[in-house]
């Protein structure tokens, strides 16, 4: 009776466990072009920007606000208190940040639904500088804290001025945008927001 063939299956195993191997790059590969390639058609078709960051804090809780006011404003502090009970954005800004100065009027309309409450971190920035800023171009804030060092900054997550976020009334952060606000933002991101939250809390 002839000898029995050696078992093939560690051979054909080890021969598939190569293959393996070599397809994880073109996974990997694969996956990251996929994403770019999600990104270019969000950015084409709807409009979307490269510093639509998401944010960690989103479906959480706000951090404590509890920041010294901007002097010679008249308006209050940015404390808990002034955010609390209202569907709120607070916005990051700088007098010296021109993508500031380009979506100011914007907020200046926003600030016209009563619906709204807008309130700002004035991040880095010079008390005389800031004030020079509002004066020029109107102040659509109902509370000013001034943060000149950028600790409040780093615990809202902040990436890069300027920034917003909009919190319900019960303190959660519901929405980020970094970056000025415009049209397709607007229209896409903060308004369907607030209809959202809105809808939730009766108003």
């Avoid at 299956?9 to 293959?19: C, D, L």
């Avoid at 001034?146 to 009334?169: N, T």
């Amino acid at each position: 009776m002839p000898a029995a063939a050696p078992p093939q299956a560690p051979k054909a195993r080890r021969g598939i466990g190569r293959y393996g191997f070599a397809l994880i790059p073109l996974l990997v590969f694969a996956g990251i072009a996929g994403t770019a390639g999600k990104m270019l058609y969000d950015q084409d078709v709807h409009g979307k920007s490269s510093t639509d960051i998401p944010s960690a804090l989103i479906g959480t809780k706000a951090p404590a606000l509890d920041l010294p006011p901007l002097e010679g404003s008249n308006v209050p502090p940015l404390t808990d208190a002034a955010i609390q009970g209202k569907l709120t954005l607070v916005n990051v800004f700088a007098s010296w940040c021109l993508p500031c100065r380009q979506e100011h009027p914007i907020l200046k309309e926003l600030a016209k639904d009563s619906r709204l409450n807008i309130v700002a971190i004035n991040y880095k920035d010079k008390n005389d500088n800031a004030l020079g800023f509002l004066g020029e171009l109107g102040n659509p804030y109902k509370a000013i804290g001034v943060d000149p060092k950028g600790q409040a900054a780093i615990d809202w997550g902040v990436y890069g001025i300027p920034e917003s976020y909009l919190v319900a009334p019960d303190g959660t952060i519901l929405y980020k945008r970094v970056g000025p606000f415009d049209d397709i933002s607007l229209k896409e991101g903060l308004y369907p927001a607030m209809e959202k939250a809105l809808g939730k809390a009766g108003l």
